[in-house]
Every structure is written in structure tokens, then in C-alpha cells.
């Protein structure tokens, strides 16, 4: 016979059992309303939907969940701020199976970028937690395309492709950053960035790796800028293509920055060419390029090792311009070659600079001194590269940019 203590206990557990919500297998998201309803789901669907006016795409799905893109995600013109998709979770495993998220671009860029005119959403993407995140595109972003962070562990993105090319016609989009990262632990690697700003801003955090990837059109791979209280550790930059961009290389500090720094930073086989201002800028007076540098954001520690790294300028390009306020340490170059162009300016205060071809004579430049900018050449009439409009052309580019530190 069942006594009344067994069968209270039995009560309570169909009750327990009953209010508790079902786990499911897959959930679908065909909408922005969708996406509020998946929790539970250790697999979401994202199919084809467009997201309206004044809505934002936000999943938060649960610990390890797989999620699949089945269409592509088309944003339609909006005066929201932005992110205009937010993705936070813990060991995501995001499919992008080569779709899109689409952010119709071209109905807000105007050549002002961020800073005037029409209002652009930015980021478009912001991606947070930890996992895997591969082979999706994101197609014309109204400024900054994807922003990286915060993590809860390792991040990666693999087989991602930003295609803001567009944004060239008549020098219409700007500050289309890649990839803004400000976290721990991230890999972004096989790549393929298009646009007319950053290919990679990292502007803080540690153990971070940009290996394998493909830039072209934009400002090239930067470090910063390094604003007040950030800071930027044990970077690896490795295996990189970046091809017609302003800048090839750049660590940029803000002027005004305090209690910031970079360290630990390796350059390691990257081919570099068609740049039309600086190879190599390491600056702490941002937001210009060289002046009076800060002393709040101190460098240590930048060594170009491994592979061979191989920077080719434009004729009215600088090799290497180093701004130093506060640097320090012993800085291996031994695998660093720049040609082309002019030479620049070393100030690179107490760091110890070595190795690396990119002077006018071809040896290394003492500790805190400086170079002078050799001569430019005559023109060849059969060049059908004017050096004077080719660095005037730069010059309205960035100003026009501003190339401001990302929002995220």
C-alpha cells in the first residue's frame, strides 16, 4: 500500500517535472521576434528574413548551441545607433554556411563616414562570449562592420568576409572598419577584408592572433588607436596579405592617452604592397600621424621575427616613420624589408632598434635617433603614378575619414 509521504513526494515531482521548460532539439528563427524565443534550443536555424526599420537582431542562445545560417539577413535603412546584431553566448558554434548579413550600405554612405552627414549604425556586429564563428560575409556595412568583445573564453573567427568594396565608388564609404577587437583570447584567421578603413583596430586586450587573412582597399592592419586605460598584449600578426591601402602597418596611440601601453607585439611573414602613404607607422601623437607624440601610452616590445614580412610603398609613400614619446626595450626587425618610396623619421626614444631593410643606406638606425627623408626622384613621364596627387589623394582621404577610435 503507497503511504501518504510516498505519494505526496510523487505529487511534487510531476509538479517540478511539468513547470520546468522543454528542451529542444532545433528552433527556427525566420524573424527579429524569432529570435527572442530560443532558448532551450541546442540548434537554431537562421533562414532568410529582412530585419525593419527600427528592429535589431539579438540572439543569445544557450551554452554550445550550434547555429546555422539557411539565407541571407537583409537590414533595411535605419536611425538606430547600432549594433545592429548582437551575438552573445558561451562555445557558440556559428555556421555561416556563406551567407550574408546585409546592411544596404549604400543607403547611408555619403563620404563623411561617422563623423557628419547621414547617421550610420555602427557597429554592424557585435559579437560577444566565446566559440566558433565561420564562413559568413558581411556585405556592405554602413560604417564599422564587425566589433569584437567582451570574451568569457578563446574567440574565433575563420573564413569571414567583409566585402564593403562598394564603398570606393566616388570614395563614398568610411570608417568601414573590419574588425574592432577589444577582448582576451581571439583568433581571426583566413579572412577576407574589403574596405575603406582598418582591416583589423585592435584596441585592447591580450593573446590575440589576425594570421592568414586578406586586406585590400582600406588603412591596413592597425594596433589603436590606444585610448586612456587600454591596453594591448602579446599580438600575433601573421601570414597577412594587405594590398592597395593607405597604410600597410600602423600602432597608433592617442596623444592624450594615460596609463595605456602595447607590448609583446610580432610580425611574423606578412607580404604587404600598393601603399600609399606610411609602410610602417608606429605613432603615439594620434590623431595625426606624426607631431608632438604623448608619453601616456608607452611601446615595448615590437619585433618583426619568423617569416619574412615585405612591405612595397607608392613613389610618394614613407617606408617606416617611427614617433616615439615613451618607448622601450630591445625591438628585433631582422625580417622586416620596405621598399619603394621615401625613407621616414626614427624617433624611437629608448627602444633599441635592429635589423630590417628600410633606410636609405640600409643600416640600422641608432637608438633615438632619427633619419632624414631622402630625396624624392624626378618623375618618370612614363610613370603613370603622380607621387604629388597620389599623397594629396591620401592625405583628403584620411582627413575626410577621420579614422575615429571605434565605438564599441
Not at 524573424?31 to 527572442?36: F, L, P, T, Y
Not at 532568410?48 to 539579438?58: H, M, Q, S, Y
Not at 591580450?206 to 594591448?232: D, L, P
Not at 635592429?354 to 633619419?371: A, F, I, N, S, V
Amino acid at each position: 500500500m503507497t503511504s501518504f509521504s510516498s505519494l505526496f513526494k510523487l505529487l511534487i515531482l510531476v509538479s517540478v517535472t511539468a513547470a520546468a521548460p522543454s528542451k529542444r532539439a532545433t528552433c527556427t528563427v525566420k524573424s527579429v521576434d524569432d529570435a527572442k524565443d530560443i532558448a532551450g534550443c541546442s540548434a537554431v536555424t537562421l533562414n532568410a528574413f529582412t530585419v525593419p526599420a527600427g528592429k535589431t537582431l539579438v540572439l543569445n542562445p544557450d551554452k554550445g548551441a550550434t547555429v546555422t545560417m539557411a539565407g541571407d539577413i537583409t537590414f533595411a535603412k535605419t536611425t538606430l545607433d547600432g549594433p545592429l546584431v548582437t551575438i552573445d553566448g558561451t562555445s557558440i558554434n556559428f555556421v555561416g554556411a556563406d551567407h550574408k548579413f546585409d546592411g544596404n550600405g549604400a543607403l547611408y554612405w555619403d563620404g563623411l563616414g561617422t563623423n557628419n552627414g547621414t547617421h550610420k549604425p555602427h557597429p554592424f556586429l557585435k559579437i560577444k562570449g566565446s566559440g566558433t564563428y565561420k564562413k559568413f560575409e558581411v556585405l556592405n556595412s554602413p560604417a564599422q562592420a564587425i566589433s569584437v568583445g567582451p570574451t568569457d573564453a578563446h574567440l574565433t573567427f575563420d573564413g569571414i568576409t567583409v566585402d564593403d568594396f562598394a564603398g570606393d565608388t566616388k570614395n563614398l564609404g568610411h570608417n568601414t572598419d573590419g574588425f574592432d577587437v577589444s577582448a582576451n583570447d581571439v583568433t581571426i584567421q583566413n579572412c577576407i577584408v574589403k574596405n575603406q578603413d582598418d582591416c583589423i583596430a585592435i584596441n585592447d586586450g591580450k593573446n590575440i592572433r589576425f594570421e592568414n587573412n586578406q586586406c585590400s582597399g582600406g588603412h591596413g592592419i592597425s594596433i589603436g588607436s590606444i585610448a586612456t586605460g587600454k591596453h594591448v598584449s602579446n599580438v600575433v600578426i601573421k601570414g597577412n596579405t594587405v594590398t592597395r591601402s593607405m597604410y600597410g602597418i600602423r600602432i597608433k596611440a592617442q596623444r592624450k592617452a594615460t596609463s595605456a601601453s602595447v607590448s609583446g607585439v610580432t610580425y611574423d611573414g606578412n607580404t604587404i604592397s600598393g601603399i600609399a602613404k606610411y609602410g610602417l607607422l608606429i605613432s603615439q601623437s594620434y590623431p595625426d600621424d606624426v607631431g608632438t607624440p604623448g608619453t601616456g601610452a608607452p611601446f615595448s616590445d615590437v619585433n618583426f621575427t619568423g617569416g619574412a614580412t615585405t612591405i612595397k610603398v607608392n613613389t610618394a609613400a614613407k617606408r617606416v616613420t617611427v614617433e616615439c614619446g615613451n618607448c622601450s626595450g630591445n625591438w628585433d626587425w631582422s625580417k622586416l624589408t620596405v621598399t619603394g618610396g621615401k625613407a621616414g623619421t626614427i624617433k624611437s626614444d629608448k627602444a633599441k632598434i635592429t635589423g630590417g631593410t628600410y633606410l636609405e643606406d640600409d643600416m640600422d638606425q641608432p637608438d633615438g635617433g632619427e633619419t632624414e627623408p631622402e630625396e624624392m626622384p624626378a618623375q618618370d613621364p612614363n610613370d603613370p603614378e603622380d607621387p604629388d596627387t597620389a599623397m594629396q589623394e591620401a592625405e583628403a582621404e584620411e582627413a575626410a575619414a577621420g579614422d575615429p577610435t571605434p565605438s564599441d
